[in-house]
């Protein structure tokens, strides 16, 4: 594939809305400050640190993840959440800027622990919902000042499953789960924001939800869980973007040069004439192999 001439951000918005021509974009969920400081030897992380870093991995996506306050099991205000550097990503890179929400079930567990917050779901129900819709009111609010803010879409995280299938019944997400996200995907479509969901595991049995809630992309295509890019397009078609299949046998692959060839292929194959983002599922962290991960990004040119 050749090098196109438009910016990143052009590319991956052809990418979400058309599907690929001639150019796989690539974009992580998270970059551990870590191995930023590992890869460029720096002491100090900062915006041009983070930017930097995203040059040298040929990245066409920056994740922003919200800064909450230290709370004691409280729902944060509108005005407690933070981005760092925003107006330094959306208006001084070309990166396509993506924002991070957490949705309610990932609130409810950070909040309750998973024994109290089931047990919330099935002994309380309309306490249950109340706090679901609060997270709503709360998500709704930020990604309009999101889209003020420049971004140029938005993630909501949910990790809903584990390796094995589902943490809750299809019956429980259902009934308080999808359509609350389907309310918060129609909002931010009238921002005219692409929406995501994440969700580590094994959410295939729900995979026609997703779809249904409005969603024009999904991250995590977890082949540990079972879960890979043909499994999911026999099931949803290329109605939805997906971005991730990445993980450390592929990276270790990076540092042999008939191997790189052949994850190469293998990623053009799974990437053709299809909505596509090339990542890792979890994100950047210590212990991934940023060789091999560098030498697959900087081929995909």
């Known amino acids: 594939m050749q090098q196109t001439t438009d910016s990143p951000r052009e590319r991956v918005a052809r990418a979400i809305e058309l599907g690929l021509s001639d150019y796989i974009p690539k974009g992580e969920l998270c970059i551990d400050d870590a191995v930023v400081r590992t890869a460029l030897n720096c002491h100090t992380i900062g915006f041009q640190e983070r930017l930097a870093f995203c040059k040298e991995f040929n990245l066409d996506i920056y994740v922003l993840s919200p800064v909450y306050p230290t709370l004691d099991k409280k729902i944060p205000l509108v005005e407690e959440c933070q981005w760092q550097d925003i107006d330094n990503w959306t208006k001084h890179t070309s990166l396509y800027i993506f924002a991070l929400l957490d ?12 024994e109290q917050f089931f047990t919330l779901l099935y002994n309380s129900p309309l306490a249950a919902q109340e706090f679901i819709d609060s997270i709503e009111k709360l998500n709704i609010r930020l990604s309009e000042i999101l889209a003020e803010r420049g971004v140029s879409g938005i993630i909501i995280a949910d990790d809903i499953a584990y390796n094995q299938g589902l943490m809750l019944s299809p019956r429980f997400l259902r009934k308080f789960f999808f359509p609350s996200l389907s ?11 692409p929406a995501f969901f994440h969700s580590d595991g094994d959410y295939r049995s729900v995979l026609p939800d997703i779809v249904a809630s409005g969603f024009g992309g999904l991250h995590c295509l977890d082949r540990n869980a079972g879960v890979t890019v043909a499994d999911v397009r026999n099931t949803v078609g290329n109605r939805l973007c997906l971005w991730g299949h990445l993980d450390m046998q592929n990276t270790n692959a990076g540092v042999n040069s008939i191997a790189l060839n052949h994850e190469l292929a293998s990623i053009r194959e799974l990437a053709q004439a299809q909505k596509f983002i090339l990542g890792t599922n979890s994100g950047i962290f210590a212990g991934l192999n940023l060789a091999g991960l560098r030498n697959l990004y900087n081929s995909l040119t």
């Open 183 to 193: 309310r918060q995907v129609r909002q931010i479509s009238q921002a005219k924001l």
């Open 103 to 114: 949705g309610a079930f990932e609130w409810g567990l950070r909040m309750y622990g998973l």
